[in-house]
């Protein structure tokens, strides 16, 4: 499960790796995308609401570019991700729902450098809805016993664009899957050619770390949360 905060943050951050899971691995790949991405433009023609519409069928595309079998789109406002109940539910169920192995998110955490508040929000709330929420049915338990949804602990977290990488993954034959997600976002990336060399510039820098041609890094969590039977009593 890929929970990133706008329309195209993922695909740049670990859409080499999906891409390589999903098709060699036959990974089942859920992307949540938490913002609408309303604001992601510097066109003051265009209104907010459709500009949401384009980057919606833009994600969809790029998704399946990666080779995710289903993206579910949250609807909050672009810069407007809040640590709410409302966030931490919606997070919850999707685990639950789809009771995935591996989380990947933004890392929420930096000492060097600074980044937008919506990924923050979106790592921070991914990684508590995984390790504090989801698995117990005594949050949010209407989903338990009115959905019929079941609890879940899910075992690691793969955090991209952190400052300290502690694992990597040889995304070598999979640039042009990157690429082309991210090329999916047409109305953010007006210069094709730039940004596939970009991509190619940043898994060689990163493979380098790695002694790899090319490569995406990532810092792991890994929950040890355990399955004590009593979590599951009220499923």
Known sequence: M???????????????????????????????????GDKGTSDRQIAPGRL???????????????????????????????????????????????????????????????????????????????????WSYLHFSEQITAEGLRPHSVGEAYLWGSEAPDVYVDIGGYLEHKAAAL?????????????????ATGATETGKTAGLPYAEGFRRIRFDLGTPAWRYLHT
């Open 183 to 199: 090329l999916s976002h047409v109305s953010q990336f007006p210069d094709p050619a730039g940004r596939r060399e970009r991509v």
């Open 52 to 134: 949401a519409e384009i980057r919606a069928a833009e994600q969809r595309a790029a998704s399946e570019a990666m080779g995710a079998v289903e993206t579910v789109m949250l609807g909050h406002p672009d810069g407007g991700l809040e640590d709410s109940l409302l966030f931490r539910s919606q997070l919850v169920r999707e685990i639950r729902r789809h009771q995935p192995d591996v989380l990947f998110c933004i890392d929420p955490y930096r000492s060097v450098s600074h980044t937008h508040r919506d990924h923050r929000m979106s790592g921070q709330v991914a990684l508590d809805a995984a390790f504090t929420y989801a």
């Open 2 to 36: 890929v929970v990133t905060p706008h329309p195209d943050d993922c695909e740049g951050g670990c859409g080499g790796t999906l891409s390589r899971w999903a098709r060699e691995a036959g990974t089942q790949v859920l992307v949540v995308l938490c913002t609408n």
